[in-house]
């Protein structure tokens, strides 16, 4: 992967980010994303946020080479830190961490948020925390797509703020879009996770410790639910 060829998770992100739009990529890593949206003409000035000293050089170094300093602002900071008022922002991407760490990603940084970004989200596992911070914080899921690439499912979240939205606990787990749609990748991942969580199930009733009974019939709940989704 490089500043020409994203990966096929980047490129399906890159495909939900608005033509013109002014993009700020957290945890941009090399700046692969927005330097390649930049060199495609798909976006008119990018702010790349990399909190790690090395990650941050990289993104600078691809930057420089593409000769884009001029329309791509590096910055070498926390999360939405890197958002500055006078960027404004209508483009947001944060992608490759768990939902848990961009969940709090955003709610640290809800100060840097005008409301009007169009969020584009791909957590590497934890969606269900991630989703139910979206509503709780007024964002409709406008799309949702799952891709496998290298054994691993990858989600990716759109979402724009439209005022109360309230979804039902099973649509936070699964994915209120993802549900109805139906994907061969979205059945294929639940199919292999119900595996999983049976297997997890049986363990427990084998365990020599005593499982928390919390935590077995949290794990109960999610294989009826997967088992009635795929009925």
């Given amino acids: ?14 495909t ?54 001029q329309h791509i602002t590096v910055r070498h900071a926390n999360g939405l830190a890197a958002i500055k008022p006078g960027d404004a922002i209508t483009a947001l991407t944060i992608c490759g961490m768990g939902g848990e760490t961009i969940r709090d990603i955003l709610d640290s940084g809800k100060t840097h948020l005008s409301g009007e970004e169009r969020l584009i989200l791909q957590p590497n596992g934890g969606e269900q925390p991630l989703r139910q911070w979206l509503m709780d914080n007024g964002y409709t899921i406008r ?22 939205v309230a979804y039902t606990d099973e649509e936070l787990y699964f994915g209120p879009l993802q549900m109805r749609a139906r994907s061969a990748a979205f059945l294929s991942k639940w199919q292999r996770k119900l595996k999983y969580k049976q297997k997890t199930l049986a363990q427990f009733a084998h365990a020599r410790d005593a499982v928390p009974e919390a935590k077995v019939q949290d794990t109960a709940r999610q294989v009826r639910w997967i088992a009635e989704l795929l009925a």
């Fill in 1 to 14: 992967m490089n500043h020409n060829t994203l990966s096929q998770r980047l490129e399906r992100v890159a």
């Fill in 16 to 69: 939900h980010v608005p033509a013109g739009a002014r993009l700020a990529d957290i945890g941009s890593d090399h700046g692969y994303l927005p330097v390649a949206l930049m060199r495609r003409g798909a976006i008119t000035s990018a702010v790349a946020g990399e909190v790690a000293l090395t990650p941050f050089r990289a993104a600078e170094r691809t930057v420089r080479e593409n000769d884009l300093e």
């Fill in 143 to 164: 799309c949702e797509e799952l891709l496998h690439e290298n054994r691993f499912y990858y989600e990716i979240i759109v979402a724009e703020r439209a005022g109360p």
